[in-house]
């Protein structure tokens, strides 16, 4: 797909604008939202727009779902569990409804835009109002106009792979932004729906990435998060091929205080990379690279492009580059036909690294992906013992890893009280540990320096400097 076909145009933004005016200007339209959303970080920002387009619809924001004239819930799929969470929750609330018989219910997000999915949702879902796939977000105006003005069902799924500029965006936080820098994803992991549901890989425009980084920075936002399925890839299809080492740097001279990002995949890390962050002056010193699986086979078996002596040899190369790095990953235990001698390989590998911290999750086989359909599904039961001693093994490292910390000087990004005291807050370091340190509201959402003085049940405490 050409470059014109993946941007949407100017014009049907116009469009969507205008339809946002007669949502506006409806007499029964809803007066307040809520926004229930599952997954990623990817999700969460969707969520950010699906705010801000309601908002200038003219309505409000309200805490409590069971309130709000209109609920959308932001649905993930990445395993069954979530989908199934979503779907249970969506069926809750049209008991609520009874109660309130003017709610509008709206499901979107990456379940949506599962195969069969908008079939589901026509025949047994039927009081579910409104329903959309990724691929239309930025049509929800029109959808919502069309649901309140027909009393009828919408369900609207598309196979298109866009970028959405200049979309309202309500920022759940004031401090700490998501800035998308690519959507989609091109790698095929054979156990992920993604690609599926996310369409092809697409990167923003440099120039569009780093203003909006501007404004950010001038609206004093202290740290962003650069986000994309495969960050590392960004810039394929590019003219003049920006590659995210380029992006970084540049961004890296806009000078918001704190820059992270996620996710990168092993396999596209470079060196160019590694020396980017090595030499920049806000890029925090932190890295989220999933490695799924310490062994070969399994590592073949899930097309994930390297070996584990490749990503060890990543691994050293981040810690030669910047000491003390905070490393983390993510991991799948039981993926179809894995050995107790692989699952031992991933023990052997984390044992190894020694990450700050691991997102570990049991296979889930998603339809229409190629895991799917391998065999040697693995029992409930064994599933459960490997997951829970790997969970013990991090854990018991975590301890050990946390420790490096102890002595250090930190700066704390505040994101709120703590949970275990009122006389303290939390947040997190520079390299992505949370810690606890006396303080009070007027905290949340400034940069606190500390020294390190402890540690309890894997949360660093510390003192003010
Ligand atoms: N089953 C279990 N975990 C999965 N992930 C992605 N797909 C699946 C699946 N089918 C995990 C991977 C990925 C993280 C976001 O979710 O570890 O990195
Ligand atoms: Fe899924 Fe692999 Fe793409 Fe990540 S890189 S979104 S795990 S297919």
Redesign the pocket.
């Known amino acids: 797909m050409n470059r014109e076909e993946i941007v949407v145009s100017r014009e049907e933004l116009e469009r969507q604008r205008a339809f946002s005016g007669m949502v506006k200007a409806l007499p029964h339209r809803p007066r307040s939202y809520h926004v229930v959303t599952y997954g990623?970080q990817m999700n969460a920002h969707d969520s950010e727009k699906i705010a801000g387009m309601l908002e200038e619809m003219g309505m409000t924001a309200s805490d409590q779902r069971e309130n709000a004239d209109f609920v959308i819930f932001n649905t993930c799929c990445?395993?069954e569990n979530a989908e199934r969470r979503a779907l249970g929750n969506v069926t809750w609330l049209k008991e609520v409804r009874k109660q309130k018989p003017d709610m509008v219910i709206a499901v979107c997000g990456c379940m949506i835009q599962e195969p069969g999915m908008a079939e589901v949702i026509l025949k047994k879902y039927k009081f579910v109002n409104l329903a959309f796939g990724t691929a239309n977000l930025h049509k929800l105006p029109e959808m919502l106009y069309e649901t309140l003005n027909s009393g009828r069902q919408t369900v609207n799924v598309e196979d298109r792979d866009v970028i959405a500029e200049d979309l309202p965006i309500r920022r759940l936080r004031n401090d700490a932004a998501y800035l998308t820098i690519m959507y989609g994803c091109d790698n095929f992991?054979s156990?992920?729906?993604?690609p599926y549901v996310r369409g092809r890989e697409r990167s923003r425009d440099p120039e569009t990435i780093l203003r909006e980084a501007e404004k950010l920075a001038e609206a004093g936002v202290k740290e962003i998060m650069l986000l994309g399925q495969n960050v590392n890839s960004y810039g394929k299809g590019l003219p003049g091929n920006p590659n995210f080492a380029r992006l970084l740097k540049r961004l890296d001279e806009v000078g918001i205080p704190r820059i992270r990002f996620m996710?990168s995949h092993p396999k596209d890390l470079s060196d160019d990379l590694i020396d980017v962050m090595a030499g920049g002056k806000h890029i925090l010193p932190q890295f989220h690279l999933?490695v799924?699986s310490g062994n070969n086979e399994i590592l073949k078996k899930m097309n994930r492009h390297y070996t584990r002596e490749q990503y060890l040899d990543r691994v050293s190369r981040l810690r030669a580059a910047i000491p003390g790095i905070g490393l983390s990953t993510?991991?799948?235990v039981s993926f179809p036909g894995e050995t107790e001698e692989q699952f031992q390989d991933t023990m052997s590998l984390v044992n190894e690294v020694r990450f700050d911290s691991a997102?570990t999750?049991?296979?889930?086989?998603?339809t229409g992906?190629k895991?799917a359909d391998m065999e040697g599904i693995i029992p409930e039961d064994v599933s459960t013992d490997r997951i829970k001693r790997l969970i013990a093994l991090q854990e018991n490292l975590q301890q050990e890893t946390l420790k490096r910390f102890i002595g250090t000087e930190e700066e704390i990004l505040v994101e709120g009280l703590s949970r275990r005291s009122k006389l303290a807050v939390s947040g997190k370091g520079r390299h992505a540990v949370s810690v606890t340190v006396e303080g009070s509201e007027q905290d949340i959402g400034q940069i606190v320096k500390c020294r390190i003085t402890g540690l309890k049940n894997n949360t660093l405490t510390g003192e003010r400097i």
């Open positions: 990623c990445v395993r992991c156990y992920c729906i993604v996710t999933p799924q993510d991991i799948i997102f999750f049991i296979y889930s086989p998603r992906t895991a």
